[in-house]
């Protein structure tokens, strides 16, 4: 594995806000506070042993303020993106004589305010927006109007994700609460119309003493007070758990609040069944690997029981978690890459690549070498993989969430195959002085009844 940030021109030295890597192709677009949208080619320095670099292929200039997310159709066709003011686009690819173009195919126009996070359904018919109105709205794609309009939160929507299974969409908002809602379909003169009811409303968890003298609820994310205007949540590629950044927990009623991220099963989200490790910052934004890998079987100890592998990055203010579902210590951590926070992360859809964007006016693109991360393999066909917790687990002790693992000082960027081990690969860049503390012992979530200490929930398929 190696890489690093790319110090080239991406959008006039202004912030980027949002990238994302097409699904096919591979190219990479990036969004900014130039009010542009630009595509690279992004090319690996392999022989040379140096990091990956990207070449400047194209821009799309439409928008009117700066860009704070875009993300390209499961099909690649498209790319809905999304700016300060409210303004929500639709790209549409066109080949030419000069190869492929992107030209404005539609304006979907309803929010107020800004949207600063969208997603795809899975077949590409919908897609889903989230605004600083306190809004998310459905979209119909094909017919450019508001399917519907979820506008429960009472603060801005900081992050939406679209279950690929099709059957939830989750959003997290600066209002402190993560909203699931269910897909119930309404019948209209003969035909079912998809329709989303709010099942859950995740706010706060019951926290008590060692000696159970003391009880309080204490909310599960940061307040409005977060330094950064994103909190992208996203499910696993199965649909087997939903993932949420900006979490906060306390040990303890008198304890301080440790940063994490949570780990929602598809069995139960009405409550968090893992936390990850705390971080010396925020989490900001959470994205899988696209790709499903073979079991090493290299730790007994994970508590994701499932039949493959995925790979998912953790992002915090200032640092990159890289985790697997069969392993509870990081693969990989990095830190100090940027002077100012990220904004967002992106997989290449044949995972060979990782991409952070930072309000610095840089981004960092990770390279892992040929079976790095493993042997892909395919996801189960014809099965719907969902979770569910495996009784025996409500048996384990809270200290098997402890993940031991140190960040050295290093300040070179290292190239190891101990992503197969629980110890993880440590980068560190040179270009901050940032320090980035070791993660913590990840107490379990307590939830009622109030006697009650809930462990760690095991995620089988």
Not at 27 to 52: C, H, M, R, Y
Not at 135 to 164: F, N, R, T
Request: aromatic share 8%; charged share 20%; proline share 6%.
């Amino acid at each position: 594995m190696k890489g690093g940030t790319v110090q080239i021109n991406w959008h006039d030295t202004k912030p980027v806000l949002t990238l994302d890597f097409h699904p096919f192709s591979g190219l990479l677009a990036t969004g900014g506070a130039d009010f542009d949208i630009k595509i690279w080619q992004v090319d690996s320095e392999e022989a040379q042993n140096k990091i990956p670099t990207a070449s400047y292929q194209t821009s799309l200039s439409y928008h009117s303020s700066a860009v704070n997310v875009l993300r390209f159709a499961p099909s690649g066709e498209l790319i809905a993106s999304g700016a300060d003011g409210g303004e929500l686009i639709l790209w549409k690819s066109h080949l030419s004589d000069a190869g492929q173009v992107w030209k404005v195919l539609k304006t979907l126009s309803f929010h107020r305010k800004d949207v600063l996070d969208l997603q795809w359904s899975r077949n590409g018919a919908y897609l889903i927006s989230g605004s600083v109105d306190n809004s998310c709205i459905i979209w119909d794609a094909e017919k450019g109007s508001v399917h519907q309009i979820l506008d429960g939160h009472q603060h801005y929507v900081q992050g939406v994700a679209w279950d690929p299974l099709s059957k939830f969409v989750a959003s997290l908002s600066s209002d402190r609460t993560c909203r699931i809602y269910v897909n119930k379909p309404q019948k209209a003169k003969g035909v079912e119309k998809m329709n989303y009811a709010c099942q859950h409303v995740i706010v706060k968890a019951e926290q008590q003493s060692a000696d159970d003298t003391k009880c309080l609820k204490s909310h599960l994310f940061h307040d409005e007070t977060l330094p950064s205007f994103f909190r992208r949540l996203a499910w696993s590629p199965d649909g087997s758990f939903l993932l949420a950044p900006a979490g906060l927990y306390k040990c303890s009623p008198d304890s301080e609040s440790i940063n994490t991220a949570y780990v929602f099963s598809r069995k139960d989200l009405s409550r968090p069944a893992l936390q990850l490790p705390g971080a010396s910052k925020p989490v900001v934004a959470v994205q899988f690997c696209p790709l499903a890998f073979n079991l090493r079987g290299s730790n007994s100890a994970g508590f994701f029981k499932l039949p493959y592998r995925l790979i998912f990055a953790v992002v915090t203010l200032n640092s990159l978690y890289i985790y697997d579902t069969e392993s509870v210590a990081p693969l990989a951590i990095l830190a100090g890459l940027h002077y100012a926070a990220i904004t967002d992360i992106a997989w290449s859809p044949d995972g060979k690549y990782l991409a952070l964007s930072s309000q610095d006016g840089y981004c960092t693109l990770v390279e892992f070498q040929s079976d790095e991360l493993g042997t892909p393999i395919p996801f189960p066909d014809g099965k719907t993989t969902s979770s569910h917790v495996d009784e025996t687990s409500s048996q384990k002790k809270p200290e098997a969430m402890v993940a031991k693992a140190s960040v050295k000082d290093s300040t070179v960027i290292l190239e190891s195959n101990q992503t197969a081990k629980d110890s993880p690969v440590v980068l560190r860049n040179n270009q901050t002085d940032n320090k980035q503390a070791s993660p913590v012992a990840s107490t379990p979530v307590s939830s009622k009844p109030a006697k009650r200490r809930i462990t760690p929930m095991a995620i089988d398929p």
